[in-house]
């Protein structure tokens, strides 16, 4: 009789198996796809905080640009535009002759 019972037992037990098999595959498939997107997502979420970091530094380096370009302005206008001109173009001999006269870095005679 106890073998009976466990026959019937076993039998029940596959023959529930077999028919939720189908449903317990693609529970575990969609478990696989949810990690596999959760995955994208953080690495997407971590591109997005990087560019935004790139973003904000643009910006501070446009306001700097905009500062530097409105000096520049208010100093034509005191000045006059040829002079100014004659002054930055004179520095930017001066910075030009400077960077030949130092000792090159290791990187960049790698170059």
Same mark, same amino acid.
């Given at each position: 009789?106890w073998n009976?019972?466990?026959?019937?037992?076993?039998?029940?037990?596959?023959?529930?198996?077999?028919?939720?098999?189908?449903?317990?595959?693609?529970?575990?498939?969609?478990? %696989? =796809?949810?990690?596999?997107?959760?995955?994208?997502?953080?690495?997407? !979420?971590?591109?997005? /905080?990087?560019?935004t970091d $790139?973003?904000?530094?643009?910006?501070?380096?446009?306001?700097?640009?905009?500062?530097?370009?409105?000096?520049?302005?208010?100093?034509?206008?005191?000045?006059?535009? %040829? =002079?100014?001109?004659?002054?930055?173009?004179?520095?930017?001999?001066? !910075?030009?002759?400077? /960077?030949?006269?130092?000792? $090159?870095?290791?990187?960049?005679?790698?170059?």
């Amino acid at each position: 009789m106890w073998n009976t019972v466990m026959r019937i037992s076993k039998t029940y037990t596959m023959n529930y198996l077999m028919k939720h098999l189908p449903d317990t595959m693609k529970c575990v498939q969609l478990a %696989e =796809q949810g990690r596999k997107l959760t995955a994208k997502v953080d690495g997407q !979420q971590k591109q997005i /905080s990087c560019l935004t970091d $790139k973003v904000m530094e643009q910006s501070d380096t446009i306001d700097r640009l905009q500062e530097k370009a409105s000096d520049l302005g208010r100093l034509e206008r005191h000045f006059g535009r %040829e =002079q100014v001109q004659s002054i930055v173009g004179s520095k930017a001999l001066e !910075q030009a002759e400077w /960077s030949k006269k130092r000792p $090159k870095r290791a990187f960049e005679m790698s170059r």
